[in-house]
Structures are given as C-alpha cells and as structure tokens.
C-alpha cells in the first residue's frame, strides 16, 4: 500500500535555508544542498523547497541551487513561492522541480490552477493554503499568511480540486511554528471535501504528532521544518517510532 | 549512448541528471538517427494517452521507436511512456498505442473496490512476480515512487512486478527488449537508481 509521507520544508532566502516561528523571525539553518542529502539519507520521501525571496536576483541564485539539489537527489522535488504564472511554473520545471505549489498566485489569478493543470497534469499542480481561523471559521490568508481573504478555506479546496490541483499542502497559521501537534480539527474538517492527497504542514513538534496526525485515513502526508532542520527529531528515527505503531511508512 | 526520446512531453531533467549520476551518457533527442544510433532509448512521459502518441507521430518517431524495438535494442518507458508501449489506452476515449506489448490502459477509479485515493500518488511497494533483467538488483518490498491516475491491464504475458493498492497495480513490465516501468524509477531514490543501472547494463 502507499506509505504515509515525510516531507522537510526548506524555506530558502538568498540561497539559504531559513526558518520562521509564526511565518516571522527568520533565523538561517544551513546550507540547502547539505540539507537536501541530509534528508535524502536520513530517509525523507519528498522535498518541498520554497523561495521566500522575490527580487529577481535572488530568484536567478534559488534556481541554481534547485538545479543543484535536483542533479544530486532522486526523490520527488516540489517548488513553491513566488509562482504566478504558468510561465514561472516551465521555469521552475526545467531547473528539477516535479511539482510545483500555487498559494497567492492562485488566489490572484485562480485560473493559474487549470492552466498549469492543463499543461502538466494535475500531479504537477499542487495547492498550499496558508488556513486560519476568523470567527469559528477557517479562512484563506494570503501574502505569507500576512492577509485575510476572507475566503472560506474548504470552498477554496474544493474549487482547486475542480479545477485540477494534483494534491493540497494545508498549511495551519494557527499551528505554525508552536509545536504543539498538526491541526487535526482543520485537517479532518477539509479532508472530507476533498479526494485529492492531503499534506498537513504546521505545528509538529515530537514523533507523537506524526502518529497523531496519521490516525486521521484521509492526511497522505506530514511536512515540517524546523524539528528536521534542527534535528531535533530524525526523520529515519520518525519512521521507525511510526512503524511501531503499525503506521506504514517507507524505511 | 542512451536516448531520452524527446517528443515534448514531460520534465527529463531527472531523468537525465539520475543516468549522468550512475555515469552513464544520456542525450536528449527527437532525431531518429541519433535514436538510431544509441544503445538503449528511453521512452518518458507525463500528461495523457492521446497527446503522447499523437505528439509521437506527429514526429514520425513512433514509427523509429517500433524499427528500435524490432530490432531488438533495449527499450525503457517510464511512466506515461511505459502506457502508450501498450496496445491501447482508455483515457479520454479509446486509443491506439504503440502496440509493443499486450495489454490496454485503463482508469485504476473503475477497478478499485474500495474509496482509495486518485492518483496513486507516492511511495509503494514492489512484489516481483517474475524474473526479469531490469529487476536484476531489485527485490520484494522495494519502495518506488508512482504518480499515475491509469493501469496497465490484461498484460500477463509481460508483467513482471505489481504494487499494492487494494488492487494489483502494474509496476513494471517486460518482454524481451521491451520494458516499463509505471513508477518513476528517476524519483525512486536508491531503488530506481538500481533499476536505471540494470536497464544500461543490458
């Protein structure tokens, strides 16, 4: 059967990886190709890299580093940050990228999702929602979670589905960077509207989170940051502990 | 040499970067000479059924790939390009493949018995239901890497590994020079690497 996934989030700033606490106070971590085979050994299943920068400059040297990551590791590499046209999406692509996550650029133009479905298939598009909650409801942030659309967090997963995401990143600002344990009430709550692999993304903080997280059928995958970069928790470790409660994963 | 057929479908730079890794000499190319001219040719491919095999001959280079194949030089589809070395496809209608192996292509959604997710998307287990040159260096309970919505079925006489997914799911495929792989072996990590370094060894 298909395993539960990890996958480490490598937030890259002038070439760099760095990491946030509540998508602010941005520390460096190290180098992104040494993490990159640091997790490729350890036993990662996918890498997400994303550009956290936006001058064009910047965006020359994250394409460099992403064509080096992606000549030296054989697993699957997901790109995001800053892509806003499918123009940016056959960039991304043709330096090693196999997928490629949508979150402002969607929301500006949500006809991105079906234009860069149509032209990759739908396992190319992958769909990050930055999720918080506004008055007991979940809601879609934008600008790096800085900005409240007022967009209801399941219509927009459903209206991505529709219109040809591969796979959904949901991402809780509410979770983020505390390390108290995924989201599972917003998890559950967008799970049962849509088919599509689900990526929980925010809030871990132990191995416990991962075997938490996974009781829930319908999450395909876990992705964290700071407790890998840290190494707070390996991820070789992770799977082991998740094996040993009967959670399969790839070891 | 290996040929990495270029026909305008797909991402090739892991695919070239994993063959340049295991030192091996991959060119890109819709040139049927240099087609022609190589060792071994591999046969990518995402997106759908249809679009593969009519960009394919459109080219013309259906007709290189089926001569190649005849002639006995080793043959690697991967993916989508592992689908269309089949009779037929049932994507978006029915339609005609390379023919090179029995067998047709069709949704895994109308077979799967129970509420599993599409596409098969992620890391799943290989079980090796015959021997086979491209599995030389594999072995049961490999993890490989797949992301596909349609199977490879009624192909008996070339299945050579399944996967796991409520249903048997065709993973790789072979006869004689002719093989495929459903899963990525490019994005399978150190089990695909073995798969690719088994395929240029033949």
Redesign the interface.
């Known amino acids: 059967m298909i395993t539960k996934r990890i996958i480490p989030c490598l937030d890259v700033r002038d070439g760099r990886v760095v990491k946030g606490k509540n998508f602010t106070g941005i520390q460096d971590v190290n180098g992104p190709v040494e993490l990159a085979k640091y997790y490729n050994d350890t036993g990662a299943d996918e890498l997400v890299f994303y550009d956290i920068t936006a001058s064009v400059e910047q965006r020359s040297l994250f394409t460099e580093v992403l064509r080096r990551v992606a000549s030296q590791i054989f697993i699957p590499l997901t790109v995001g940050g800053g892509i806003n046209t499918v123009e940016d999406f056959a960039h991304v692509l043709s330096c090693g990228a196999d997928k490629v996550s949508v979150n402002s650029g969607a929301i500006r133009n949500p006809e991105l999702i079906a234009q860069a479905a149509q032209k990759y298939g739908n396992q190319c598009v992958v769909l990050s929602m930055d999720v918080k909650r506004v008055n007991g409801k979940f809601h879609i942030f934008a600008k790096g979670g800085r900005e409240d659309t007022g967009m209801d967090a399941i219509d927009w997963a459903v209206r991505g589905e529709q219109n040809g995401a591969g796979e959904l990143v949901v991402n809780s600002i509410d979770t983020d960077g505390v390390k108290q344990g995924f989201d599972l009430e917003m998890l559950e709550e967008i799970s049962k509207h849509v088919r599509i692999p689900i990526i929980a993304s925010g809030g871990a903080g132990k191995k416990e989170d991962f075997s938490e997280l996974f009781r829930l059928k319908s999450v395909d995958a876990g992705l964290a940051a700071s407790i890998f970069h840290y190494k707070e928790l390996v991820i070789r470790d992770l799977k082991q502990y998740l094996k040993a409660q009967q959670i399969e994963t790839r070891v | 040499m290996i040929a990495v057929i270029d026909y305008g479908v797909g ?1 090739l ?2 695919l070239v ?2 063959l ?2 295991l030192g091996l000499t991959a060119k890109v190319t819709g040139k049927p000479d240099e087609i022609c001219a190589a060792d071994h040719i591999i046969l990518p491919g ?3 059924f249809a679009d593969a095999m009519n960009k394919l001959r459109e080219t013309n280079l259906d007709a290189t790939v089926k001569e190649q194949a005849a002639i006995g030089k080793p043959l690697l589809g991967i993916c989508l390009g592992m689908q269309i070395l089949f009779e037929k496809g049932l994507e978006y209608g029915e339609h005609d493949g390379l023919g090179l192996l029995k067998g047709e292509v069709v949704p895994i959604a109308d077979d799967l018995k129970e509420k599993l ?9 290989l079980k090796i239901v015959r021997d086979c040159p491209l599995l030389k260096s594999s072995k049961d309970g490999d ?1 490989v ?4 919505s349609f199977y490879a079925k009624n192909c008996a006489e070339s299945i050579a590994a399944v996967s ?3 249903i048997p799911i065709t993973g790789v495929v072979a006869n004689k020079n002719v093989m495929g792989t459903q899963f990525h072996p ?4 150190e089990a ?2 073995k798969i690719l370094s088994a395929f240029a060894e033949l």
């Open positions: 991402n730079f892991s970067s994993s340049q890794y995402v997106g759908a997710k599409i596409p098969h998307m992620g890391w799943n287990q993890y890497y797949y992301v596909h796991d997914y409520g490019e994005k399978s990590g695909g690497l």
